[in-house]
């Protein structure tokens, strides 16, 4: 073996290394010393030691080590570490998320026209699932409508065309019973040692079907609760709410229904079990389609315009993700799901991680390209398996989906970190053939886009993931007037990520190209665990792009960006310098005078075009060559 490895550090940061001894400890004839100036007078005998190390040529001795670089400082850009062809270094990590060090300042160019395009997106992509309990508090009632949510709804419909679609749904669906003389929308008993986001005893009156009728132009998707309803009692109860539902779902608020939520967790699930462990695939279809049949039979005789074979549709199966718990999509299909041709949409649901999960970051878990990808190619593989049955052709979609399960986790779920992951997931999921996501939300909840009312634990606000979807609904643009396509664009870390959106239009060029610099940048001093604030200005990366031909050279590009402080932020957010906060006007667009907007950027040479991108923010190139 040969005596020494050099490892050439070319960085000016805070940099850290763990030298970790073989065994844990010194060997036979202990290990060997070694000399640093910088570093401790002897060589470690047991746990890890963290040294300080300055930009040098460190040399190690001839044992074999593990050697853990840490770079501080956001991830700064650094060379990555050479060593001798046999030297002793086992490996290299460093506290990106990505395989290899950090991103440099400069990027390859990427090749616009060498992307795949997706299938064409469904109107309403951006849309979200409500809480079936929180329903009215975020809806309001006839003499008291929710007026602020109707905005935050009606901006993201001036961007994309059509105002969101509201599913109402989630854990409460399946715990709701009908209760014909409560005086009230709906009466809830919380069960502390369980849950305390949500009740887990929940009775709904007459009033609770007003909620639909206060936001004009939204189309929405009514859950039918499946979990208690396999009793005689409780079947009669869910089939009084039909008639109040199609009702209040008249001229043209109906757009699916939904029979059950999450269905694969009825069987293991912490907020009590719903289904004997010997529950079958085949149980849970007969189950499905003996209901499903009851239901269009009670609108035949309230709604029959509802009950007709183009009209009686539903989101189905909603599962909590894929192969849980001995339900599997193709199995259940392959079993006769859709034997009453009745489902319209295929929907999942889906979570990154979960809010009590260890080892979940900012970085590591949600401003992370990698952990999306995988999450979302598990529901491409659910799509394929599919793709030769009769739901094949129907399109997949997210009907209920956000970062961290059980409501999310402060510090991660409510920052603008989480806004970007949303960009991230919603875009990359657009490029992969999902065609519609609907980002979950409830009162109080730590992940939600806005709260609705202020409560003893949440003061009335919009947050910082509503600002991800606005981000989304501006790339996107206008897709009710045509087709509208999104194409993944490869760049090398886990922590950046570029989209290119093709719209109606038949030119070869996108109309705008998203590029979402995830690189941790934490405001806050402190909070980066070192002792040390980050770097003022925020470090930026340029992202150079080959477009097509039907690009011109000279021509100018539009940058509207996503901007906060930090990726720690909850609040100071802008989307090309407007603010939809509810203090400065009930969540309308307010353009603030603090805030830089009007950028370009120029086609040059070759057809390339360059922009730079801070740390923690999203940058939307307008492409006036795409349309």
Known sequence: MISKAAIFLAIGSLVHANLIPPNGGGGAGGWPRFSIPW???AAPTGAPTTVTLPATTVTLPASTV????TVGAGGTSTTSPSQSSTSSVTSITTSSSTSSLSPSSTAGVVDVAAATKSVPILDGFVSFSIEFAFFPDFAGNVSNPNVYSDNLLNNIGNLTGTKPYIRVGGNTQDYALYD???????????????????????NIGNAYFESYLTWPGVKFIHGFNQALTNNTRNRQLLLDTVPLACKALSNGRLA???????????KTSAQGIKRPANWTQQDYVSEWLTATRDIRTALQQSCPEDAAAQAYKYYAPSFAGVNNNGLNLSVVTGLGLENDSDIGIVSSHNYISGAASLGVTLQGTLMNHSSTVNSVQAHVRDHNSIRNTSLGSLPYILGEHNSLYNQGRPGLSNT?????WGVDMNLYSASQNITRSHMHMGTNYRYQSWQPISTNDTLVGTKAPYYGNIAVAAALGDHSIGQTSVANLPLPYSNESAYAIYGPSASAAPDRIAIINMVQYNYTALANGTGLAYPTPKPSKIYSFQLPSACAVGASIAVRRLLANGSDSITGITWDGYSYNWELNLGRPVLLGNVTRGETVEVVSGGIVNVDVPYSSVAVLDLSCGV
């Open 180 to 202: 014909a003389a409560l005086p009230v929308a709906t009466h809830g008993v919380y069960v502390p040692s369980v849950s305390m986001d949500y009740p887990l005893n929940l």
């Open 66 to 69: 593990t050697l853990t670089i």
């Open 416 to 420: 603008f970190g989480a806004a970007l």
């Open 39 to 41: 570093g401790p007078p």
């Open 256 to 266: 699916y229904w939904e029979f059950g939520n999450e269905p694969d967790l009825y």
